[in-house]
């Protein structure tokens, strides 16, 4: 079979090099297609389901959000498991499913359960699907500001709530336009909402209930269509107008009438343009602000959708009102650029390397080039493998190729080539003239088929040390696959080369006789290694007993090693988790991040500093008030007074100056490396404890004895016990004899007081 693909080769070497450069185009077009980014996606297959529960306590939650849902996702195909999330007027519960689930199909199977579902919620609880999004999906981040003293065109000054309006009706709907993004996740500012605010004193004068006013607005706010009508020939569209416009319009609607007068919503309440109840708010640099984060769809390529929203964002910015400004505060395609920046770099330098050590040990220029030639050429039909395997160019897949490996069976062949070619010509002494067409493929051949199996054993061997790879599943699966898909699919390429392009190309480019010189650095290198060939055969035992004995005393040495999963991805930026007291309000969390970032942006190596506190609108990553995720954005190291300094040197200084604030305490991190270990665990830290059983107190004494123990371990830094108990709640509790006495039923005090506090 070898034999006949290098005489098929050689005797169509015209064809072979044609297909050479089909399969290098076919690979430059690929390479427009292949995903890019700074590290492969190990995030589980999951399907989030975010339900707003606008009043519930977190046991409210849970009791009748959470474990309802949990237990209607119970015995889906290909589940895994499913953990959840109740925090105040919200419940989160997250599916995943085994590895390898198409995600669309996992989708359909939670909207499917959630149908039958819904019959077990509360009525007025809405369950919504999270975005198509993985951990690598927060690509962009952007805020609406406003400048200094900058006001409306009615000359008052522009609010939080102009800010979230600009936000909600000018930027996002085009953003969402944009290629490849899942979902626009803002936080901050305020929803514009109209406030009715109903006086009890006056509703209990008219003998009113709450309802309905609720009611008088519904019926009277409202569209419809009255069908048609036929009029001398034309047919008329019948419409009815109905929806309020104006406050004014609001205040006019009337309830009913008492003692024939008419009693209008103006009469009984007060009407105002109002805030909504949010449950999150930005900062920026000691400023509030309103943030968005763009979520990338599954499978995308990072960079160009980055890439695509900033140029979107730039044209956006001349439709905003005046006043108005939108600043791109954290972009993947810088972190990305950098990781491709240094493989690329390390990829060239190797490649050079590889040219010279072969011009240095052939001696030949043409040899040497060819051989090179090899390395773009498996390059580009790696592409193309890896665009069709779906694997995306990362540190990991593209930082694991080896050029030396790449050319072992190409230098093989082609040094055999020269040997033979060269040898050829002296026996013949036909240095003078030329070799027949005939007696050159003859002997290519020859020395091709004499190393080959040696040539491609060795690349199998090499091949087979990085199939075991394959087995691992998980997330181990996920990090390490990139790689040997990328290392496996680059030697096959390379080998396919070796037997048909390397024979071709040697055909074509040595028809002129060979002069087989010494190599002064082979001659060296022999000079070099004769002698110690020959006392290492003469003391041979001794040889032997000294290696066994280093290998031995490193054994000894192996225990003291430290050992990780992967070396932590430098990002380039800082994640500051600030957590708080159970129980502080959005407000105060405000206030004590106006006084944290100013104290951070002092640091010199720090360009900006943002901060998310609480929940944003779509709950991807929900938070109570009291902790705010900072987001420390560094400048580029040239810029620092001490470029020399490590990023632990930094986050002990960090950690040095913010310490001494009251009421704080931090955990450090890194935001892509957060977002995976809270997706994939459901906790930001690198190591998590769960603790598992019936009694809620007792798991909480356990807890925290374990965060004592595990606080003792040396290299143990920011060691916390979740916070699962402080938040303030008052209850009201009804009083059931009194309610039968008024004949008053549960709910219509619950609807009450849910639409007098928190409103409806």
């Known amino acids: 079979m070898l034999e006949a693909i290098i005489k098929f080769a050689l005797a169509r070497r015209g064809l072979v090099m044609m297909l050479v450069l089909i399969v290098m185009g076919l690979g430059a077009w690929k390479f427009t297609q292949l995903p890019i980014d700074a590290v492969p996606d190990i995030t589980n297959v999951q399907v989030v389901i975010n339900t707003a529960a606008p009043g519930y306590t977190p046991l409210e939650a849970e009791q009748r959000v959470s474990f309802p849902l949990e237990t209607a996702m119970a015995g889906m195909p290909k589940l895994s498991y ?23 199909f996992a989708r359909q199977l939670v909207s499917e359960r959630l149908s039958t579902a819904k019959g077990d919620l509360p009525a007025s609880l809405e369950p919504t699907l999270g975005p198509i999004a993985t951990g690598l999906g927060e690509v962009f981040m952007f805020t609406v500001d406003a400048e200094p003293d900058a006001r409306n065109s009615d000359g008052s000054p522009i609010t939080p709530m102009d800010l979230r ?16 993004v899942a979902e626009i996740n803002p936080i901050g500012g305020f929803k514009k909402e109209i406030l009715v605010a109903p006086d009890p004193a006056r509703l209990l004068a008219y003998k009113m209930r709450f309802n309905e006013v609720i009611e008088a607005i519904q019926n009277n706010n409202d569209n419809r269509g009255a069908g048609f009508i036929e009029h001398k020939g034309a047919q008329w569209l019948m419409r009815v107008p109905g929806q309020a416009s104006t406050l004014t319009d609001l205040e006019s609607i009337v309830i009913r009438q008492h003692q024939g007068i008419p009693v209008r919503i103006k009469d009984v309440a007060s009407v105002s343009l109002g805030k909504e109840l949010r449950s999150g708010a930005a900062t920026q640099n000691g400023r509030e602000v309103v943030m968005s984060t763009v979520f990338m769809l599954i499978g995308e390529n990072s960079r160009t959708v980055a890439n695509d929203v900033a140029n979107k964002l730039e044209a956006i910015k001349t439709s905003l009102p005046d006043g108005i400004t939108v600043t791109a505060v954290y972009n993947r395609t810088s972190l990305v650029d950098k990781t491709l920046a240094t493989v690329q770099k390390n990829l060239l330098e190797g490649a050079l390397l590889v040219i010279i050590v072969l011009f240095l040990f052939l001696g030949n220029i043409r040899a040497a080039l060819l051989t090179a030639a090899v390395i773009p050429i498996a390059m580009l039909m790696t592409i193309t493998g890896m665009v069709q395997t779906k694997t995306s160019a990362n540190l990991m897949s593209l930082g694991a190729l080896d050029f030396g490996l790449i050319v072992d069976g190409a230098v093989i062949i082609v040094e055999n080539c020269m040997r033979r070619l060269s040898s050829a010509w ?32 060795g690349v199998f061997i090499i091949t087979a040390v990085y199939l075991p790879i394959f087995a691992l599943s998980g997330v181990e699966g996920k990090m390490f696959h990139p790689m040997a898909i990328t290392v496996v699919i680059a030697l096959l390429s390379a080998m396919l080369l070796s037997i048909t ?55 000894f040495l192996i225990p003291k090693l430290g050992s990780e999963f992967v070396p932590n991805l430098d990002e380039g930026d ?41 929940t944003g609108e779509v709950a991807t990553d929900p938070m109570p008030p009291s902790v705010s995720d900072n987001f420390i954005i560094l400048k580029p ?12 040197q930094l986050v002990a200084e960090l950690e040095a100056v913010v310490t001494p604030i009251p009421g704080n305490r931090y955990e450090f991190l890194q935001p892509i490396q957060m977002r995976f270990n809270e997706l994939i665990s459901g906790v930001r830290s690198e190591v998590a404890v769960k603790v598992f059983g019936d009694d809620f107190e007792q798991l909480i004494a356990l807890g925290e004895q374990i ?17 699962t108990t402080g938040l303030p709640v008052m209850t009201i509790k009804p009083k059931r004899e009194a309610m039968a006495r008024y004949g008053l039923s549960i709910a219509a005090l619950q609807d009450l007081l849910a639409t007098a506090l928190g409103g409806t």
């Not at 419940?91 to 669309?104: A, K, L, M, R």
């Not at 026996?427 to 003078?432: F, G, L, V, Y």
């Not at 309000?585 to 991040?593: D, F, G, N, V």
Request: glycine share 6%; net charge positive.
């Open 82 to 104: 499913t953990r959840s999330v109740s925090r105040y007027g919200l419940s989160q519960v997250t599916v995943v499913f085994e590895e390898g689930t198409d995600i669309y």
């Open 165 to 180: 309006s600009a936000h909600d009706w000018i930027i996002r709907p085009q953003l969402m336009r944009v290629t490849g």
């Open 426 to 457: 002296r026996d013949e002494d036909s240095q003078q003239g030329e070799l027949s067409l005939k007696e050159r493929l003859a002997i290519v051949f020859d020395a091709t088929r004499e190393v080959i199996r040696p040539a491609l054993f």
């Open 501 to 555: 392009f390397i024979p071709a190309g040697v055909a074509l480019l040595f028809k002129k006789p060979i002069k087989e010189k010494k190599n002064v650095v082979v001659q060296s290198a022999l000079f070099l290694y004769k002698p110690v060939l020959a006392l290492s055969l003469k003391l041979r035992w001794l040889v032997v007993a000294l290696a066994v004995a280093l290998v031995v005393c490193s054994g």
């Open 574 to 614: 800082i994640a500051m988790h600030a957590l708080r007291i159970p129980g502080t309000s959005l407000t105060e969390a405000i206030q004590m991040q106006k006084v944290l970032e100013p104290v951070i942006n002092e640091l010199p190596e720090v360009e900006r500093v943002f901060a998310k506190t609480g």
């Open 637 to 648: 190291r040239d810029e620092w007074p001490d470029p020399s300094k490590t990023k632990a």
């Open 707 to 723: 965060g004592k123990v595990i606080g003792t371990v040396p290299g143990a830094a920011d060691v916390g016990v979740e916070q």
